[in-house]
């Protein structure tokens, strides 16, 4: 049965922006990462495949180790805060690496620590809204807008007029785009609603 009730206005609408600044992170690196790796770092076909497989990592581990401590140890917001904090220091990192194997192991461990916080904010948002089959859509809508919005901002502002090598090069800038969203979005979360752990109950080592 659907709930009658609303959520509060206000809470709906810090919702509405988590759910915005966690897809721009998103939005500002993955429609570009591949042609920046080949054109600009001169990565092979071969090693785009390794990297690719490494970053499967992440979605592996994810629901073991995050989902183990979210449920058992700490605040949901205080968990999102951490991985997005180190996310975004390992995206700026990245900005500035050139090289393969650093490439791709800074690829894995970004990839073990912004794929939870999709499953968290999700989490998040269901605890706090009211009728979170009417309401959450919405939330979620502004996640997709998100991620389109870094695209139109990477070509209008920093890849404007550019072409060729300098071009190839300059869309290097997304990774720091997606760096500076995620230490913002680390902040922000720390503003959200207390979300704390919901099955202290169960084994520590019990399945997530």
């Known amino acids: 049965t659907l709930s009658l009730e609303k959520t509060e206005f206000a809470l709906k609408m810090r919702l509405i922006v988590m759910m915005f600044l966690q897809y721009f992170v998103q939005g500002c690196y993955l429609p570009i990462i591949t042609l920046y790796l080949i054109d600009a770092l001169g990565f092979s076909a071969f090693q785009i495949g390794v990297f690719g497989a490494a970053l499967a990592v992440g979605p ?6 995050f989902g183990q401590i979210v449920d058992r140890h700490y605040a949901t917001e ?3 805060a951490f991985c997005h904090l180190s996310g975004g220091v390992i995206m700026l990192a990245l900005f500035l690496q050139q090289s393969y194997w650093p490439v791709v192991i800074l690829g894995v461990m ?8 999709m499953m968290l904010t ?3 948002s ?8 009417r309401e959450f859509p919405l939330i979620r809508l502004w996640g997709t807008i998100g991620f389109v919005v870094p695209a139109w901002l990477a070509e ?3 890849l404007r007029g550019l072409s060729g090598d300098a071009l190839n090069t300059g869309r290097g800038i997304v990774l720091a785009m997606a760096g500076v969203a995620g230490l913002l979005m680390a902040a922000y979360c720390l503003s959200l609603p207390h979300t704390p752990p919901v099955s202290k109950d169960k084994k520590d080592l019990a399945p997530g």
């Not at 269901?126 to 089959?133: A, M, R, V």
């Open 156 to 158: 209008g502002l920093f």
């Open 110 to 117: 970004y990839s073990i620590l912004y794929v939870p916080t």
């Open 126 to 133: 269901f605890q706090h809204l009211k009728d979170s089959d």
């Open 122 to 124: 999700n989490s998040l």
């Open 60 to 65: 592996l581990l994810a629901p073991f180790v």
């Open 78 to 80: 205080r968990v999102l």
